[in-house]
């Protein structure tokens, strides 16, 4: 007779932890598409999301260098929003419509794999391959390049689009650029800036962090919303890889004042979103930050409800792919009509074009592969670093965290840094390890030997 110390052993391969940790996602899983399959109503989705959230505070922490956390916290505050009435526009959201979305957080859950330790460090950088070319001319025709692709961009449109705006009301910025050029240019700068902050925290020279901060001058300039806000985000990430985290106090104050500048500038672009969203007159005291934070939550679901509902996807036709074509290359899918609620909120995250094309398998396979590859980078970095592991890392979660508004994942401007980072890898450590040679030598005899 099997002693129970043995019925008690784990599977091979997978520790106590692990087991405990997959057991207690399937029961969740089960339960919570069960229930919404049963019992569709909004009381069954905010129990379940109240179960998701508890799961994000008590096991992993909030902690905001997670993926799954980045990818679901917007998730969790989006379901929640739909289920609130507060515009006149508001239906009931389809059971059909819940079940896609919260079956994408469970996939996100399993593909994420354990929590991180919160005190782990960079202690180790991949070596330096050799290379002919030194590491200062190298970097001298990288910024060479990036400063002639900026004037070849404006000498084409012949404008500065932020400059246009002021001067004549209208931007352009939609059409500014050299057309099949102008996606790689951004993410190359962005990739760029990236690099910068990177070498500024391995050998602490200023003028890297100048260049940095000097990419965000441009992408002010040029109007380039999205690569503004990637250039920050995943800044932010490297310093927290490369220094130290941030305190979620701080975290929650700088998104409130985002959400802040997001409703000024909203505002002044579109203007009043209580009546821009129809907001019944009982949630007029509701401050225009929160009804701008509810309006592209729920037009948010309410797009993607329309699509699964009233269209015949999915299509199959490679349309989620579109973004990542040349804008001369790229098919026109205009043909199929339009299923935003309401014209002026078209945001509908990854799911919308996901589906639309690939079905909810598609989804369940992008969401999967994108989570875990993200998972996969963090748990890299941690075991031997690079700007390649730390750049990729970076942008994937900024893709993660804003799936929400739209699938970043195939987006040209944004995705396409992964490519540069990889390319600009080596010659970071190259950069790093002759600073390193350079300062040692510079040190009295005996003091390096003093240090180790």
């Known amino acids: 007779m099997e002693s129970e110390a043995s019925l008690a052993m784990p599977l091979p391969g997978c520790s106590p932890q692990a087991l405990r940790h997959f057991t207690v996602l ?34 992993r922490r909030i902690e905001y260098l997670d993926p799954l956390v980045a990818f679901s916290v917007p998730w969790v505050v989006i379901l929640i929003f739909s289920v609130t009435p507060m515009s006149e526009y508001a239906e009931p959201v389809s059971p059909a419509t819940y079940r896609l979305i919260l079956f994408t957080l469970l996939t996100a859950l399993f593909a994420s794999g354990q929590r991180f330790s919160r005190t782990q460090r960079i202690t180790v950088w991949q070596k330096a391959r050799p290379s002919m070319i030194t590491p ?8 060479l390049a990036f400063l002639f692709l900026t004037v070849l961009n404006i000498a084409i449109a012949g404008y500065i689009p932020l400059i246009r705006g002021i001067l004549t009301g209208d931007t352009g910025y939609l059409d500014f650029g050299v057309h099949g050029l102008y996606g790689f240019y951004l993410a190359f700068s962005n990739a760029l800036g990236i690099f910068h902050l990177v070498l500024y925290f391995r050998t602490g020279r200023r003028w890297h962090l100048c260049i940095y901060f000097s990419l965000f001058v441009l992408f002010i300039l040029f109007i380039t919303r999205q690569n503004l806000l990637s250039l ?17 106090k701080k975290i929650v104050l700088w998104m409130a004042l985002a959400g802040v500048m997001f409703s000024v500038i909203g505002s002044f672009r579109s203007g009043n979103i209580k009546t821009l969203a129809k907001i019944k007159p009982e949630y007029a005291w509701v401050p225009d930050p929160v009804i701008w934070l509810y309006s592209y939550s729920y037009f948010n679901v309410a797009n993607v409800n329309n699509l699964v509902l009233y269209s015949d996807a999915p299509f199959y036709d490679g349309s989620s792919l579109s973004q990542l074509v040349p804008s001369f290359l790229r098919p026109s899918y205009e043909d199929r009509g339009s299923y935003l609620e309401v014209e002026i909120f078209n945001v509908s995250s990854f799911l919308y074009p996901v589906y639309s094309d690939m079905g909810t398998l598609g989804v369940v396979v ?3 592969l994108a989570v875990f590859s993200t998972y996969r980078l963090r748990k890299a970095i941690y075991q031997e670093a690079s700007l390649f592991r730390i750049g990729a890392f970076s942008t994937l979660y900024f893709c993660a965290a804003f799936s929400f508004f739209v699938n970043f994942w195939f987006y040209l401007p944004i995705i396409f840094q992964v490519v540069f980072f990889k390319l600009f890898s080596n010659l970071t450590e190259r950069v790093a390890e002759a600073g390193a040679a350079e300062h040692h030598r510079g040190l009295p005899s005996g003091t390096e030997s003093a240090i180790h």
């Open 26 to 59: 399937a029961t969740y899983g089960i339960v919570a598409l069960e229930l919404l399959f049963w019992i569709p109503t909004p009381a069954t989705l905010v129990g379940v999301v109240a179960g998701l959230a508890l799961y994000l505070l008590a096991y």
């Open 136 to 143: 200062g001319f190298a970097i001298l025709l990288i910024d």
């Open 232 to 248: 920050g985000v995943e800044g932010v990430i490297v310093y927290s890889l490369m220094r130290k985290r941030f305190s979620l």
């Open 366 to 368: 992008l969401t999967s």
